[in-house]
Each structure stands twice: as structure tokens, then as C-alpha cells.
């Protein structure tokens, strides 16, 4: 409240004399006028009555007193002194500005020759240094006013200086002719500016401010941060904090924080920093100034938005103010009109990842430490001490008796000034419902049309502010949006994360801290998945994350899971039972012990007989460690369980509720030869890649991941006769399993018709489990935030291997940020028996393999097949082999072993990430034949055995051997059973020398010259007494040879 008290002076009746001084005795008579409510005045006259001076003073009542200036006398008077005012303003008030009027004039031969010499004010007896005087003509008829509302002679002024006695006014004139000239004072009145400071804050754009005197210098590093909410969209220039003018030399000096022309401006020195975006009336605005190293930052919201460098800011004495800015006249100008909250200046340099993390919460001392209010952690790298001033402007708290309290602890008070209201008080501190509803909506969250919606863009248009802290208390559901928030508590109540495809999924990404309290649900709906970055913290909170996953229908098929919430144990040790995370839907599942499940309704009853862990010694069916329901599993280790419909049954839905995981999970696992099954822990997908990285000093050099893959055509719980197998997975990429024969028996070693088509993909999603092998040494599985990311199966970013689908070619198709670099062959292997093997070889052009074993890059045979094909790698034997950048003449050897005698097929299935389709061939060292594979498969029969170093693949050809060439398209090269003739048919262009047939042992049993033989471009040959077998012909020509496999019967 501010308020005018004046009183006045009229009728002064003094006689000024050269070389003389004025004494008063002034007898008072005081009048005091009030009007109701606020801008109160007070006024008072003083008349002056019986004046009594030894030299000369009339003591009538004349309205006027005069000084004379003789001929010869001085040209200077002595001071003139009025006091005794007898104000009697509150003790409380805060004074804004002094107005000295005086009503005055010069007979006809002073005016234009006195001028004003003194105009001071009287402040305990002495007066003050400042002289108003302007050396101004004195007229006929004149009055003047000194000071004003917001000038206070740049003296400090209480109301005990105001009410004291000797408080008043001196005057001296000076005459400048030299001649004998009078001058009249008519009236002296002082009016006194001044409020009474209430509880009120509210910058109104006019006349309000805090004053914190001569406080922030900033000589070095240093930060300003807070909240404002702009009152008007006006273009005129309005101070957020400054300091500079008044009693500086200059406005170069010091600095101020301002709106120029609706954009923040920094001015140093005699320098500035503006942002290009401007800030509207609509909602809050975070703003921040850093100066660090001789560079400065411009944060809006947590985004930069300007940077350059220069100079610190000059110190300087004048005062530091909130709110407006002095100009060199000491007066204040640039006044801001809104509202401002939580104002924190540092002497240090603030991160961008320190402003975020503050940005939306109060902060509090901890120790030495600074920590935030609302997440209840520390912020790396400040210390309290770093505080050189902290105002959170909390009303009712900080604001007392017209003063602004400094939650640092330093003391550095504001002086409130014109105050007349509390600001609003509504800036996102942090966000916080308001009522139920959708994500998106203003009405949804408490003062939400003075806020940006959480998670949204920011004022540059691109960068999704993902810092924000939000408080649920209602039921809220976020839909078609991925959410990034610094901070989130679920105080109550539900919030949903959903897609409007109840197929898709939407991420929510917490990067600082999480806490679901006791009775509230965190629900991600489909695909919907929770992140927590590393470092990210899980509350103390009972309340529980529900995650649906789909796993496998089939009574008599397992799936591989892992559980993403727990329910028991403290952080590090939580463990979870399958009876209290799973549920089917809203109802946890119901347990038999009998052999089969059964889908149940309301929720399904699942068998307690097939709930298994794996962990020992790797490939041993006696490790598998039988469970129940309620067994207390660690979490990071996998389990098996099947499922509870027919062999056809489609997949079934599951529920897992319980308390989300996060942080850093630990699998022990022994020495040498042990494996373990172990699941995907968290609420999101991992990524396989970082899995290798972190694990690098546990994993079995050259062991894949591992992905069990059972065929829905099962209809046993015989193990014998399960139709499953193992998907691999490295960085280099992911094979299939092995396909078995359709129709084949057990006795082959391909149980049953199944079919197994998925490959894993570089994100494992949630809820999978999946087979590790260790090395020597063995220790802790890793599981941590760093390995979490957002993928969906939907999008063929992540596979759960529950029931086959007959989707390689989009597998294949897809690639990633990371798997881009990587060049990849893939190529499948028929054997005899009919199962087909998928293999890979992979080329990183970043060299990041080589062409032996490699950790992570190499995935080892784990298989037992009669009849296989693999990689030969150091003796060893691999489904995928990672190397270098592709390099036309390498070779990598294959190593097949064969069970049964009959034909074989190696077909090119893919290429991925070539700029150009490069030429595959399939090299038979005991031939010397290059078969190209890109467009027909290669075929030879083969006896049973092993063949270690016969084949390679090849991606050119020897020029000293022969090949199958672009120019032998038109060739045709037959074995003609019923006849026993070998068919040749070639182009004219091409001249046939010499025809060989050769065994699977390479040697030539026949040769035919043709160099002799008169012979058309069609022709046959013969065949006598040959034995029944696989053989080669060989047709060597001018130019080159073409090889063809054929049986002779």
C-alpha cells in the first residue's frame, strides 16, 4: 500500500539579509485529513506566527518574507532552514520519495538576476549532500518543485528521519547583478511519499520493485534463474533484475535482465545477449542467464536459446533491484508488470542438466549438498555455498512487513516496494492435477491455462522439454504421446499410458525419479513401456506398474519369460513369485497341479507342473530346478511356464503387476561351463547390443543369446519329442532355428513338423527370457537403465519368441541406427535329412570384428544336429561369424557334417546394407569350382561325413579356376538317365574343348577331347560302365569352364 502524507508550509515570512543567519521559532498547528481505504492522505499546515530575529525580523503576520541584496553587499545568502514539520508517519513505512515545493518570486529589478544557489533537505540536523538546486532564474511570479514520488535525494530514509524535529528543507540564493534585488518566499511544503509494507507482492508495471541494496556483484561466474508470467504482451522494455544506474558513472556499468521488445535480453557492461524467440502473456516462462568461462547462455524453459562470449559484468556500488532499473538521473524506469517466482542467483556457472533439474521444483539445503524439494535428490555439482541469493516467494511465508525473504540463509532481505497485491501464484512448481481426465488438456491439471502442457515442445518449436516433474492425484490417461519427464509421483489414484491402437504402445521415460505411492497404478496399455534412465531412482512407494504381455496358448509349449515388476526384498535384492505378479487381466491366474492347464474364465488356471529356472552347468536337462507359484524368484533370472489352451489355442494375454524394476540387477553365475536362463526385467525393451558391452567380463566368448522357439503343432509334454529350438542372437545379427524336415521322426534328431521362422531382434522385449553361457570365471549377469529403450513389436523392432510367424522378410528388411554399418550374407543350409539351417556373416566397416573369434560379434553352434552346417572359426564351430569390412578376396571356410548320405542345397537368402548387390559363390576346394549363388541355389549330392575344409564362401573367383560365369547363361549341361548320355548345349560364341566327368572326390574318371571332333553346338556323349553316383561334368571351352552336378543311377 502506498500512501502521500504531506505537509505544508505556507506563508512563510522571512527577511533574508546578506551576511546574516535565519533562526525559526515555529509554532505549529497541525491538520489531519483522512478518506477510508486505500491511498489514504495525510496533511498538515504549519503557520508561521511571531517571528522573532535579532536582526530585523518582522513579526507581523505579512504573507511573505523577503531577502535583500544591497549594492555592495554579499551576492550569496545564508541558508534558510525550516523544520519542525511534525510528521508522524508510521514506524513500519518504507519512504518512496520526497517533493519539496516552494512558491516564491523576485521583485522587478531581481527576477532574471537570483538564481537558486542551495535546494537540500535536513536529515537529523545536517544537511544532506545532495543539492537540488538547478541555479534557475527566479521570475515575478514563480514556484518549483524539487525531488518527486521516487526520489530520495540518494539519501536512506526512515520515518524516525521523516518525524524527526529538525527534519526539513535549506534554501540560499545568490544574486548574480551585484545590485540591490529582493527575493520572496511565499511557501515551503514538503510532501513525503511513502507505504506501509503488508504481506503483498505483485510487480504491476508502474511503481513496484524489491530493493536489495548494494548486494550481487557478479565479478566472475555466475547464474540467474526463475519463473515469470508477463502480465500485458507489450513490446516495452521491462526489468526482471538489475543493477546499474543510480550512482554509477554511467549505464555501461553493472547489468539488468530484461524484456526487450518481448525477447530476454542480458545487457553487460556495455554489451548484451538477446534470444530470438519472444515470451507472450500466455503462460509461465522459465528463464535462466548463465556466465561461465567467458561465455553466456540464454535458457528459456530449460532450452538454450543464445550464446556468445564476453566480458563479466562491471562492479559497481549502486542497488540491486527486481523489477524495474535506475537511470543515470537514480530515478527507476522500465518497470515490470507480471508475475515472478522462485528467483535463485548462483556464483557459479549453472549445466543445462543443472537448470533442468531444478527447473521445476523448489530447492532445499542438505548438508552442504543443494537439493530438490519435490524428488528429494541432490544436484550434481552445486553446493549450497554456490547460492548468493534465493527467493521462493512463497506468500505467506516470505513475504512479511514489506520484506522478501532470502531462503539462502545469506540474509540478502528485499525491501518490497509499492506492493498493492499478491502475484499470481501458479507457476508449475511442480505440475499437478487438478481434476480427472486426458494428458492434454489445459482443465486437466491445477492452473493449467497459466502452464505449457508437461512434456510438450518448446519455444524453439523442436525440442521436447523432457525435464518436467509431475504430481498425479487423479485419474489421468495419456494417450498417442510419448511422455519424457524428469520426475513423476503417482501420489493416487491411476495413470494410463496408452495408444488409441490397443495393439501399439506409447513410451513414458522417467530420467530422475519415480515413486508410485501406495494404492495408485501406473498402467501401460499394449506396447507401452516404462524407462528409467541410469541414475533414474525408484521410490519407496507400494503402489504397482501393470504390463500385459502375450505369451504362448499352447498347454504343451514353454515359453522363456522374465518378470518387469517384483513384489518383495529391498533395491538389489527384490524377488517376485509368479502368484503375485501374474495376473489375467485385473484377477491374478489360478494354479493346478494337474499336467494340463485350462483356459478358465473370469482367469485362466495355469499348471504349477511346468514352472522352471535354469542355472549350472550349461547343456545339462538335470540343472533345470523345478518351482511353484509361490517360490521367491531373484529378479533378473528367467523362468519357463506354459501355457493354458489347446495345441492351437491362439496367445494368451498376461498381466504383470507388481512394483516396476530399475536399476542395476545382478544374475551370480559360477565357474566354467555354467549357463543360465535369465529375462528381460524391466517394463521396456532391452537393447541386446549394451547387454554385450556390460557383460563382457561374464560371457562366454563367441556365446550368442539365446531365444527358445517352440512350434504351436505341439501336442506333448514328452521332452523327447518337443518341436523346438534355439534362435541366436550377436551384434553382428540374429539366425533362426534350425527348421526341422516336415514329417521327420525323432530318430533323425528333428522332432515333429514344427516350424520355427522368427529371428530375435536387437531389442528384447518385455517379459523375455533367454538362454546365457559364461566364461571361466563366471560372476554377475548384468542388467541395468543403460540397456533399456523403447521398441515394439509391432514395429518389428523387437521379437517375443512365443508361437512362429512367417515374417524373415520384414525381419530382415529392417535395420537400425546401429545395425545400418553392418553389412550382412545370410545364407541357408539344406541337409540331407531336409532341416534347414539359417547362417550369417556379417562385415563391420568399422572393423570392429575380425575374422577370428570375437566377443559379441560371434555366435558358436550350441546346437547337437546329426547333420549341420557352420562357420569354421579356430576349430570351432559358429552360426554367425562377424568380421571386418567386406573385402572381396576374403574366404571364410565352412565346416559341414553330413549323417546320412543324399543331397545338399546352400542358398543365398539375403543381403542387407550393400550399396550395390555384390556376387556370392559357394568355392569347392576338392572341384575347384565357384558356384554362384545369387540367383540359383548350389546342389551336390554327398556321402555322410565330415567335411572341415572343402567349402568356403567366396565372393570372387580365381581367374585360374573355373567358375560359372555371367557368359555360360545360355549353357546347358545334362545327364541323360535313360539313355546314359551326358547333354551339352551351348551358344555359338562359345567353342566346347574337352568334357570331364569327375567323382565327389574330385577325380577325373572320364575325359572326352573335343578339340578333334566335329561336333554341332548340340551334342551328346555316351557314358559306359560307370559306376552309380554323385558325379561333376566339367565343360571346359575357350574362354573358361562350367561345372554341373548331376547323379548317375
Known amino acids: 500500500m502506498k500512501k502521500h502524507y504531506t505537509y505544508l508550509l505556507p506563508f512563510?515570512?522571512?527577511?533574508?539579509?546578506?551576511?546574516?543567519?535565519?533562526?525559526?521559532?515555529?509554532?505549529?498547528?497541525?491538520?489531519?485529513?483522512?478518506?477510508?481505504?486505500?491511498?489514504?492522505?495525510?496533511?498538515?499546515?504549519?503557520?508561521?506566527?511571531?517571528?522573532?530575529?535579532?536582526?530585523?525580523?518582522?513579526?507581523?503576520?505579512?504573507?511573505?518574507?523577503?531577502?535583500?541584496?544591497?549594492?555592495?553587499?554579499?551576492?550569496?545568502?545564508?541558508?534558510?532552514?525550516?523544520?519542525?514539520?511534525?510528521?508522524?508517519?508510521?514506524?513500519?513505512?518504507?519512504?518512496?520519495?520526497?517533493?519539496?515545493?516552494?512558491?516564491?518570486?523576485?521583485?522587478?529589478?531581481?527576477?532574471?538576476?537570483?538564481?537558486?544557489?542551495?535546494?537540500?533537505?535536513?536529515?537529523?540536523?545536517?544537511?544532506?549532500?545532495?543539492?537540488?538546486?538547478?541555479?534557475?532564474?527566479?521570475?515575478?511570479?514563480?514556484?518549483?518543485?524539487?525531488?518527486?514520488?521516487?526520489?530520495?535525494?540518494?539519501?536512506?530514509?526512515?520515518?524516525?528521519?521523516?518525524?524527526?524535529?529538525?527534519?526539513?528543507a535549506v534554501l540560499a540564493i545568490i544574486n548574480n547583478s551585484g545590485n540591490k534585488n529582493k527575493g520572496f518566499v511565499h511557501q515551503m511544503k514538503i510532501t513525503i511519499h511513502y507505504y506501509v509494507p503488508t504481506n503483498d507482492i505483485d510487480f504491476n508495471g508502474k511503481e513496484s520493485y524489491a530493493n536489495f541494496g548494494n548486494e550481487f556483484n557478479l565479478g566472475s561466474d555466475f547464474s540467474m534463474e526463475l519463473w515469470i508470467k508477463r502480465q500485458t504482451s507489450s513490446t516495452k522494455k521491462e526489468t526482471l533484475i538489475s543493477k546499474r544506474g543510480g550512482t554509477s558513472d554511467n549505464l555501461n556499468n553493472g547489468y539488468d535482465l530484461t524484456l526487450t521488445g518481448k525477447k530476454l535480453t542480458f545487457s553487460y557492461s556495455d554489451g548484451n545477449i538477446q534470444a530470438p524467440q519472444e515470451i507472450d502473456n500466455s503462460r509461465w516462462y522459465h528463464v535462466a542467464v548463465t556466465?561461465?568461462?567467458?561465455?553466456?547462455?540464454?535458457?528459456?524453459?530449460?532450452?538454450?536459446?543464445?550464446?556468445?562470449?564476453?566480458?563479466?559484468?562491471?562492479?559497481?556500488?549502486?542497488?540491486?533491484?527486481?523489477?524495474?532499473?535506475?537511470?543515470?538521473?537514480?530515478?527507476?524506469?522500465?518497470?515490470?508488470?507480471?508475475?515472478?517466482?522462485?528467483?535463485?542467483?548462483?556464483?557459479k556457472g549453472l549445466t543445462e542438466v543443472q537448470i533442468r533439474q531444478m527447473m521445476n521444483q523448489e530447492i532445499e539445503k542438505n548438508g552442504t549438498a543443494v537439493r530438490g524439494s519435490v524428488l528429494g535428490l541432490d544436484i550434481s555439482g552445486l553446493k549450497w555455498n554456490d547460492l548468493e541469493g534465493y527467493y521462493q516467494m512463497n506468500q505467506g511465508v516470505d513475504i512479511s512487513a514489506g520484506k522478501l525473504a532470502d531462503n539462502s540463509g545469506l540474509g540478502k532481505v528485499g525491501i518490497l516496494t509499492g506492493m498493492k497485491k499478491l502475484q499470481l501464484e501458479s507457476a508449475p512448481l511442480p505440475y499437478t492435477t487438478e481434476e480427472d481426465g486426458d494428458w492434454s488438456k489445459d482443465k486437466t491439471w491445477k492452473n493449467g491455462k497459466d502452464q505449457q502442457t508437461p512434456s510438450s515442445i518448446g519455444i524453439d518449436k523442436k525440442t521436447v522439454i523432457e525435464w518436467n516433474i509431475v504430481k498425479i492425484a487423479h485419474n489421468i490417461t495419456a494417450t498417442d504421446q510419448n511422455i519424457i519427464l524428469s520426475g513423476l509421483l503417482v501420489d493416487s489414484k491411476r495413470l494410463i499410458v496408452k495408444n488409441s491402437d490397443s495393439n501399439d504402445g506409447q513410451s513414458l521415460e522417467v530420467s530422475e525419479y519415480l515413486n508410485i505411492n501406495n494404492g495408485a497404478v501406473l498402467e501401460l496399455v499394449g506396447e507401452s513401456q516404462l524407462i528409467q534412465k541410469e541414475n533414474s531412482v525408484l521410490g519407496t512407494g507400494t503402489g504397482v506398474l501393470m504390463r500385459d504381455q502375450q505369451g504362448t496358448g499352447n498347454m504343451f509349449n514353454y515359453n522363456y519369460w522374465g518378470s518387469p515388476v517384483s513384489t518383495a526384498g529391498s533395491e538389489g535384492s527384490r524377488t517376485f513369485s509368479l502368484a503375485g505378479v501374474l495376473h489375467d487381466g485385473d484377477l491374478p491366474v489360478l494354479w493346478t497341479a494337474n499336467i494340463n492347464g485350462s483356459p478358465t474364465s473370469p482367469a485362466v488356471t495355469l499348471s504349477k507342473r511346468w514352472l522352471y529356472t535354469y542355472k549350472g552347468r550349461a547343456d545339462d536337462y538335470n540343472v533345470w530346478k523345478r518351482i511353484n507359484e509361490q517360490s521367491a524368484i531373484p529378479v533378473g533370472l528367467g523362468f519357463l511356464m506354459k501355457g493354458a489352451g489347446a495345441y492351437n489355442a491362439e496367445d494368451k494375454n498376461y498381466t504383470f503387476k507388481g512394483q516396476p524394476n530399475n536399476g542395476t540387477i545382478h544374475v551370480p553365475v559360477g565357474g566354467p561351463g555354467q549357463a543360465v536362463v535369465v529375462g528381460n526385467p524391466y517394463p521396456s525393451a532391452i537393447d541386446a547390443d549394451q547387454f554385450f558391452v556390460d557383460n563382457a567380463k561374464v560371457l562366454k566368448p563367441g556365446s550368442a543369446l539365446q531365444f527358445w522357439e517352440q512350434s504351436p503343432e505341439g501336442k506333448t509334454h514328452v521332452f523327447a519329442a518337443y518341436q523346438g529350438r534355439y534362435s541366436y542372437y550377436v551384434k553382428t545379427g540374429s539366425v533362426a532355428a534350425v527348421r526341422p524336415p516336415a514329417g521327420s521322426s525323432t530318430s533323425s534328431g528333428f522332432a515333429g513338423s514344427g516350424n520355427a521362422e522368427k529371428i530375435p531382434g536387437q531389442y528384447i522385449p518385455v517379459g523375455q527370457g533367454f538362454y546365457v553361457e559364461v566364461n571361466d570365471k563366471g560372476g554377475n549377469i548384468e542388467f541395468n537403465n543403460g540397456q533399456r529403450i523403447f521398441a515394439k513389436e509391432k514395429d518389428g523392432e523387437s521379437v517375443f519368441l512365443r508361437t512362429p510367424e512367417n515374417n524373415i522378410d520384414k525381419v530382415q528388411k529392417r535395420t537400425t541406427s546401429n545395425a545400418n554399418a553392418i553389412q550382412r550374407v545370410r545364407i541357408e543350409f539344406t541337409t540331407p535329412e531336409g532341416a534347414i539351417r539359417s547362417l550369417l556373416l556379417g562385415f563391420t566397416p568399422d572393423n570392429m570384428a575380425t575374422d577370428g573369434i570375437d566377443y559379441g560379434y560371434d555366435?558358436?553352434?550350441?546346437?547337437?544336429?546329426?547333420?549341420?552346417?557352420?562357420?569354421?572359426?579356430?576349430?570351432?564351430?559358429?552360426?554367425?561369424?562377424?568380421?571386418?569390412?567386406?573385402?572381396?578376396?576374403?574366404?571364410?571356410?565352412?565346416?559341414?557334417?553330413?549323417?546320412?548320405?543324399?543331397?545338399?542345397?546352400?542358398?543365398?537368402?539375403?543381403?542387407?546394407?550393400?550399396?550395390?548387390?555384390?556376387?556370392?559363390?559357394v568355392y569347392d576346394a576338392q572341384m575347384d569350382t565357384y558356384t554362384k549363388i545369387n540367383a540359383k541355389t548350389f546342389q551336390m549330392p554327398m556321402q555322410a561325413g565330415q567335411y572341415t575344409d572343402r567349402f568356403s564362401i567366396v565372393f570372387t573367383t580365381d581367374s585360374t579356376l573355373s567358375s560359372i560365369d555371367q557368359e555360360f547363361k545360355d549353357v546347358s549341361v545334362k545327364y541323360l538317365q535313360r539313355t546314359a548320355e551326358i547333354y551339352v548345349n551351348t551358344p555359338s560364341s562359345i567353342e566346347v574343348r574337352q568334357v570331364h566327368l569327375i567323382n565327389m572326390i574330385g577325380q577325373s574318371v572320364k575325359t572326352w577331347n573335343m578339340s578333334d571332333t566335329q561336333y554341332s553346338q548340340e551334342f551328346k556323349i555316351p557314358v559306359k560302365d560307370i559306376a552309380a553316383g554323385n558325379y561333376v561334368i566339367q565343360v571346359e571351352t575357350s574362354t573358361d569352364s562350367y561345372s554341373k552336378k548331376v547323379v548317375i543311377q
Not at 573385402?887 to 553330413?898: A, V
Request: cysteine-free; proline content about 3%; glycine content about 8%.
Open 12 to 168: 512563510i515570512f522571512l527577511t533574508f539579509f546578506t551576511g546574516m543567519s535565519f533562526g525559526q521559532n515555529i509554532v505549529k498547528e497541525t491538520q489531519v485529513s483522512r478518506q477510508a481505504g486505500k491511498g489514504e492522505s495525510l496533511t498538515s499546515e504549519k503557520k508561521y506566527e511571531h517571528w522573532k530575529n535579532p536582526n530585523g525580523i518582522s513579526d507581523s503576520n505579512n504573507t511573505t518574507t523577503n531577502v535583500e541584496f544591497n549594492k555592495n553587499g554579499s551576492t550569496r545568502s545564508y541558508n534558510l532552514r525550516s523544520s519542525e514539520y511534525g510528521f508522524t508517519i508510521p514506524t513500519e513505512a518504507v519512504i518512496l520519495g520526497i517533493e519539496l515545493y516552494i512558491k516564491r518570486n523576485a521583485d522587478n529589478q531581481g527576477q532574471n538576476n537570483i538564481n537558486d544557489e542551495v535546494v537540500s533537505l535536513v536529515k537529523r540536523g545536517e544537511v544532506i549532500k545532495t543539492n537540488k538546486s538547478e541555479g534557475a532564474n527566479w521570475r515575478k511570479d514563480d514556484d518549483i518543485t524539487y525531488g518527486g514520488p521516487n526520489d530520495l535525494w540518494n539519501t536512506t530514509w526512515t520515518s524516525s528521519d521523516i518525524n524527526h524535529s529538525s527534519f526539513g
Open 291 to 347: 556466465y561461465n568461462r567467458n561465455t553466456y547462455r540464454l535458457y528459456i524453459d530449460g532450452i538454450l536459446v543464445a550464446e556468445n562470449s564476453g566480458p563479466k559484468p562491471n562492479v559497481n556500488s549502486d542497488a540491486a533491484i527486481f523489477g524495474a532499473t535506475r537511470n543515470s538521473a537514480n530515478l527507476l524506469q522500465d518497470f515490470y508488470d507480471g508475475s515472478m517466482d522462485e528467483v535463485r542467483i548462483w556464483n
Open 859 to 921: 555366435g558358436l553352434n550350441s546346437d547337437n544336429f546329426p547333420s549341420d552346417l557352420s562357420f569354421a572359426i579356430e576349430d570351432k564351430k559358429f552360426v554367425i561369424q562377424g568380421v571386418g569390412a567386406f573385402d572381396i578376396n576374403k574366404k571364410y571356410p565352412l565346416d559341414m557334417s553330413l549323417n546320412i548320405a543324399g543331397n545338399i542345397e546352400l542358398a543365398l537368402t539375403g543381403l542387407e546394407n550393400f550399396d550395390a548387390p555384390i556376387d556370392v559363390f
